[in-house]
């Protein structure tokens, strides 16, 4: 796991603008209260950005080639629904 920045309840209070800076720069910050996280601080997106999506598709062929044996996810949901009923 990366390093995240961390700052108290109290560091917050006395030091916004540091912190502001931390998150403007591009940091996510935990806040916490005595020593347990209680919120998580992280940059506003840009609204004209888009969000990039991992493509599950080929790595799922790296994964498995081209198809998997068995029961179709669509087919293993609509049995387990039925069950339910």
Do not use: C, Y
């Not at 598709?57 to 629904?81: D, F």
């Amino acid at each position: 796991m990366f390093d995240m920045k961390t700052a108290t309840v109290r560091q917050v209070q006395h030091h916004l603008s540091e912190v502001l800076r931390w998150i403007e720069e591009g940091e996510e910050v935990l806040v916490t209260k005595r020593n347990r996280v209680v919120a998580k601080i992280v940059p506003a997106r840009d609204k004209t950005q888009t969000v990039k999506w991992p493509d599950f598709v080929t790595r799922s062929s790296r994964i498995w080639g081209k198809g998997v044996r068995g029961k179709s996810v669509s087919r293993i949901i609509i049995e387990e629904r039925e069950e339910r009923h």
